[in-house]
């Protein structure tokens, strides 16, 4: 299974964007999908995960509200909309694959984890 994130960019707060994560390997939709982050200096956070059908969402308390993930299992996508961007909102963002179990928010859990995209939000 290979992961890959992509829609990241720099952006004024209050704005923006929509990240994807294009799977490719395994059948997509047996993932429990997840969105990690890690800013500079600091240690990967938990941001969502969504459960295989898409009907379950946990979000991570700094970003609910504002982020919506979704999947699209027949394009073996995933995607996170981010509004009202803040500038502690700037990190690496990654996607993560769980095989055979359910929510977690621990990155470790994951199975597979993707290669980043950089999300930069100016004051």
């Known amino acids: 299974v290979q992961l890959q994130a992509s829609g990241g960019g720099l952006v004024e707060a209050g704005s923006s964007l929509r990240l994807s994560c294009a799977a490719s390997g395994g059948t997509f939709s047996t993932f429990y999908m997840g969105w990690f982050r890690q800013a500079q200096g600091r240690k990967r956070e938990f941001v969502g995960s969504i459960s295989w059908t898409g009907r379950e969402k946990n979000y991570a308390e700094s970003v609910r509200g504002r982020f919506t993930m979704s999947r699209d299992n027949d394009k073996a996508a995933m995607y996170l909309q981010m509004n009202s961007l803040k500038p502690e909102d700037t990190a690496v963002y990654y996607c993560?694959?769980?095989?055979?179990?359910?929510?977690?928010?621990?990155?470790?859990?994951?199975?597979?984890r993707g290669q980043g995209t950089l999300v930069t939000v100016s004051s």
């Open positions: 993560a694959a769980r095989l055979n179990y359910g929510h977690s928010s621990v990155i470790y859990d994951y199975d597979y």
